[in-house]
């Protein structure tokens, strides 16, 4: 069997098409920054990944005067995030109550994103996309990273470079293969998601968590034809609910909201149901002599207020500004020191969403009646307070201000 090997020169190599990867070598790209990106599929629709951008990516798709083109493609404006407590509202978390025009959240399907980010990218002659090729080793020079090798099927990349990004997610070959060690955060939760036809009745588009003595379901609405149903079980319990058959879940899962059964007929088979293992987790060095980690590879939030999306492209936008000047000194990889202001400002931020998130897992799992009762009293008082406006800042705006940085754009 003949091997090909293809030699490649980059400035930066991103791995990841993600909402981190895809953001990260648009602006590398449009500031005539030399960037390949990767990504291991062929389609973008990949795994089970999260349709909600909070109106924080909104303001940041705006500044890099991408939000027009994007809302020409399939989306659905979010104004609220209603919480149904033993079927009444116990409190909304209002998006249209900020401050205008980003005073809502998006909901579109992930894939149309990716591809709108990367059919903007390619519009710069320093952009090259390779679909279908997974990154495989690191290529190293003095102990510094200095590029991958990568695999395209049985063709052999080697891509070297000043920089290597690993935006690629959860489980990261690129943070393996440096030896990163992740610290865990223990969790109680898992979730399981599946799609449902249409919208249960009264649904009004919104996004809702509702919680019942039988369980706790999540509704996300993909546009007006399909509804991601969430619904959130103890850790490690999904192999006894599926021992129990999938007429006994549907069963449970209509109990919380009977108006969802008739779409539950369209659930005929436990494969339609994607589990979402919780982690929570932190990596312990984000930046390395030419490497950086953003996104899920350098931090995993748990899936609460739907934080993914935004934290991995405010990384993207904050790297973007340190990397520009970085790559005008370093000659070789990048020093991780010239990268050091990358971590040191999103490490806080990132860890302030993940402190609301520990709050609202906690609220949520309450299951002793006291409590349940304390729950129901004290929210509906907590929601007019100004520290619950603060907290739905930081959750739709971000915990710190992020800008996108114009003033690297070149002229096309
Ligand atoms: C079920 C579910 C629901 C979610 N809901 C939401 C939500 O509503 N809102 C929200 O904000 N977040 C949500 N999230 C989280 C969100 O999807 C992630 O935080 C976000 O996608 C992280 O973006 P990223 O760019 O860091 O990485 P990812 O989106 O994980 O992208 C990484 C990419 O790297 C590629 N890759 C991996 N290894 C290699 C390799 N060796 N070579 C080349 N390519 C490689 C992968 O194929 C992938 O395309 C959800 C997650 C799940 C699983």
Known sequence: MSMQAVEMEQEVVVVGAG????????????????VALLERHVQLDREFRGYFFQPLVVKLLDEMGLLQGLLEKEHYKTGSFRFIDRKKELFSVNFFELKPPYDYGLLMHQPLFLQYMIDQASKFDTFTYLSGTRAAELLTENGAVAGIKALKGKEELF????????????????RKLAGIEMEQESHTL???????????????????????????LIYTPKGAEVTQVGWVIPKGTYAEIRSKGLEAFKKQVAAVDPKIGPLLEHLQDFKQVSVLDIQVAMAKQWVRNGLMLIGDAAHIASPFSGQGNSLAIQDAVVAHGVLMRALRDAK???????????????????EKIKKIQRMQAKMISIRHPLFVRFRRTMLPIVRRTPLFKKMRDTI??????????????KAK
């Not at 891509?159 to 690129?174: E, F, M, N, W």
């Not at 739709?396 to 754009?409: D, F, L, Q, S």
């Open 19 to 34: 909402p981190g990867g895809v953001v990260m070598a648009y602006l590398l790209a449009r500031s005539g920054v030399k």
């Open 396 to 409: 739709a705006m971000g915990a710190a201000p992020v800008r996108v940085h114009e003033e690297y754009r």
């Open 332 to 350: 070789g990889p990048i020093p991780a020191d010239m990268m050091a202001e990358f971590e040191r400002t999103r490490r806080g931020p990132v």
């Open 159 to 174: 891509l070297r470079s000043k920089l290597v990004v690993g935006a690629d997610g959860r489980y990261s070959t690129i």
């Open 190 to 216: 898992d979730f399981l998601w599946f799609d449902l036809p249409g919208q249960p009745e009264g649904q009004t588009g919104n996004i809702q968590i509702q919680i019942e003595e039988e369980g706790m």
